[in-house]
């Protein structure tokens, strides 16, 4: 089910809150839980039902490695085991229904062999809840978290909010929200504020991402037609369309947990404004970041080693998160891209050199566009395409030539482009959701903005041939 579709906005999220609520207050607390998750697994079977079993045989698996792992009669030699086979698990999993095809496609092409491809559908949010699942059991076995009740850890895992795009939590930061009392009954404030999330993140992605997306699509499509100038409008396009589109589900996800009564963790901190690329990962995806820097950056060994053994932490770190992002060459380029800058800055930071704060930015900003260019594309060959024509100086004076035709569409994207970042970028630029959301009092000025928005976002989903799915929605 998708977060901008009327199913989800106008009568799944409403009739879980209110069931959720009359079940609290009769007191059925553990029949509220249950609610969440009956619901929560309807949530995602709605895309397809077979996905069910596989997040239901996935929590399953993982709660008896997390029972053996909380027992308190077993050695630590015991317990690494279960740690271990219950990482083997998941990645397994993971590797099984996002690698099959890709591994087979290239032993294919590198031993000439004609193994069938298995054609293996992806489930949803698969790298999501195996990635969250991985911290759960790490932190067990460090004996931060524990969770016994096996209806407590199919909430954890499935809640509908975080499930299929994240953000990425941690037992301890949202479990223990669901045990207080004050949590189990509305808060009007809290559902104020979830809806305005809700109402944000969808004129994200409703009016912003899905309006860029026309461009970048164009683009992509057509590599080879792209100039100079064309091309930095498909590059900087798709920068746009990727931040609100991914920033809008995690406002929407916020939002509906908290209209819940539970927090969920900021996951964007206004990401192109970093004067780094450490910067950036700090403020983009910030649980994915937590994640590669806790559960794989650390137990590597970090920067407690070796200089050499450092960078290569560093280097091997981001390129395995390039590779959870998708099975293909492309994303594991992005991934080296990335590792291979953090070891640039990081080298650069050690020399005890430093740029002026515009320029630091400028570069920063200008990298991680031409690395969105590798991360959408679907060959390395259309990404190598496009990045020539970002480059080709040579066909500025060319495409003068072709002004008259693209005059009035790109005359409408550079209109459509000023009105982003002097009305819609100030969660970018200037002031983030969070901090929107942290000054918001309920007031009838701030209900007809929502409530403007909202219906807006509504009027134009009413007009299209079909929902849009958020880039992050199958990943």
């Known amino acids: 089910m998708l977060f901008n579709s009327f199913a989800y906005l106008l009568l799944f999220l409403p009739t879980v809150a209110i069931v959720y609520f009359l079940l609290n207050g009769r007191q059925f607390f553990w029949a509220g839980k249950a609610w969440l998750i009956l619901c929560s697994l309807f949530f995602y079977a709605y895309w397809r039902i077979s996905f069910v079993t596989v997040i239901i045989i996935s929590i ?152 860029f997306a026309v461009w970048v699509n164009e683009g992509f499509s057509n590599p080879s037609d792209l100039n100079f100038f064309t091309a930095w409008k498909t590059s900087l396009c798709y920068t746009v369309q990727l931040y609100f589109d991914f920033s809008g589900y995690t406002d929407m996800a916020i939002g509906a947990a908290r209209v819940l009564n539970i927090g969920l963790p900021q996951n964007f901190n206004a990401p192109y404004l970093a004067l780094d690329i450490q910067d950036f990962w700090r403020r983009w995806h910030m649980t994915l970041g937590r994640f590669l820097r806790d559960y794989i950056y650390i137990p590597l060994g970090g920067n407690r080693k070796s200089t050499f053994r450092t960078y290569f932490n560093l280097f091997l770190t981001f390129l395995i998160g390039g590779i959870w992002h998708g099975a293909g060459w492309t994303f594991v380029l992005w991934g080296a891209m990335h590792g291979t800058a953090l070891c640039i800055q990081r080298l650069w930071k050690n020399l005890g050199l430093h740029l002026p704060k515009f320029l630091s930015w400028a570069l920063t900003f200008l990298f991680v566009n031409a690395a969105w260019v590798i991360f959408r594309a679907d060959s390395l060959q259309t990404a190598v395409s496009i990045w020539i024509k970002m480059l080709d100086l040579s066909s500025i004076s060319a495409s003068y030539t072709t002004m008259p035709e693209l005059g009035k569409q790109d005359f409408l994207f550079f209109l459509w482009l000023s009105f982003i970042i002097l009305y819609v970028l100030e969660d970018m630029f200037f002031r983030t959701t969070q901090e929107w959301a942290a000054r918001l009092k309920p007031s009838i000025r701030w209900t007809l903005k929502m409530g403007l928005a909202f219906a807006s976002c509504m009027i134009i989903m009413m007009n299209q041939s079909r929902f849009t799915e958020f880039i992050y929605f199958q990943f």
């Open 60 to 211: 399953l698996v993982n709660h008896f490695f997390e029972a053996y792992l909380s027992g308190r009669e077993y050695g630590n030699r015991s317990r690494r085991i279960a740690l271990i086979l219950g990482i083997l698990f998941n990645v397994g999993l993971l590797g099984y229904f996002k690698y099959a095809d890709f591994f087979v496609e290239n032993a294919n092409a590198v031993f000439g062999t004609l193994i069938p491809l298995p054609h293996i559908t992806l489930p949803l949010g698969i790298s999501f809840f195996t990635f969250q699942q991985i911290a759960y059991l790490v932190d067990n076995y460090k004996r931060i978290s524990s969770e016994r009740d096996f209806l407590n850890y199919s909430l954890f895992v499935c809640f509908f909010p975080q499930l299929v795009a994240g953000p990425i939590v941690h037992h301890k930061e949202m479990m223990p929200q669901f045990g207080s009392i004050r949590s189990k009954l509305p808060n009007w404030e809290n559902i104020y504020i979830g809806f305005f999330f809700i109402a944000l993140g969808l004129l994200k992605k409703v009016v912003v991402a899905d309006s």
